[in-house]
């Protein structure tokens, strides 16, 4: 009896210790999405563990609300360009309004405190904070194919309460591999949202995306 009270703690102990992984591929149909007003919806197509996204000039975003925040430990997935291309020329056009487009992104949204939204907030941005289970603070997009340098952060032309970040910082050929893995003080999560757009640069391509997981941390 003692030696199975022991098996039971290390194994508490372990799981509280290592987190937990999120496999939003897997629980697609279960989750809510973004979209907005006058502008078409990126096409999402779920099969064999893949997700197959095709942009024409389109915007539209899956949203996974977490019950319980947590810190992130990493992000990772790969992504393959199959046709078309992301009409943003250079690092400073991504930062404009007419490049803030993405083949692909995952946003982590951090906890904040129960606040007043500002009047000047975007229509989206104010959907999302009531999507979710808990306060937003700020929405921090991980930019695969991005023209800047990988590791570079920038401001959102939008808001300031959204920052990008570089991962990938070219584009290859075939399949890409992205891992990103935050700082020890990075602030716990209350959400992810995730998806590709290309209404502002009026660009048209599909991308395949597969293992996208999100490490946590209690």
């Known amino acids: 009896m003692r030696t199975f009270l022991i098996v039971i703690c290390f194994c508490l102990l372990s799981l509280s210790a290592y987190g937990r992984t999120l496999y939003p591929l897997k629980i697609l149909k279960d989750l809510d999405t973004l979209t907005f007003s006058k502008i078409p919806e990126t096409q999402y197509l779920a099969k064999n563990q893949s997700l197959t996204i095709n942009v024409r000039k389109s915007a539209s975003f899956y949203i996974l609300p977490l019950k319980t925040p947590a810190k992130v430990k990493k992000v990772s997935f790969r992504w393959q360009l199959l046709t078309g291309k992301l009409n943003i020329d250079s690092a400073r056009t991504e930062e404009t309004k007419e490049g803030d487009d993405a083949i692909f992104r995952a946003g982590l949204i951090t906890l904040g405190k129960p606040r007043a939204m500002p009047w000047f907030l975007p229509e989206w941005l104010e959907t999302l904070g ?89």
């Open 130 to 218: 009531k999507k979710l289970r808990h306060p937003p603070d700020r929405l921090y997009w991980l930019v695969a194919g991005s023209r800047h340098k990988k590791g570079v952060m920038w401001e959102s032309p939008w808001s300031d309460m959204v920052r990008h970040i570089s991962l990938t910082g070219k584009l290859q050929k075939g399949w890409n591999t992205e891992e990103y893995t935050p700082s020890p003080d990075f602030p716990a999560i209350t959400g992810v949202m995730f998806g590709s757009d290309g209404d502002n640069s009026g660009s048209s391509f599909t991308v395949v995306l597969r293992d996208f997981q999100l490490q946590l941390s209690e």
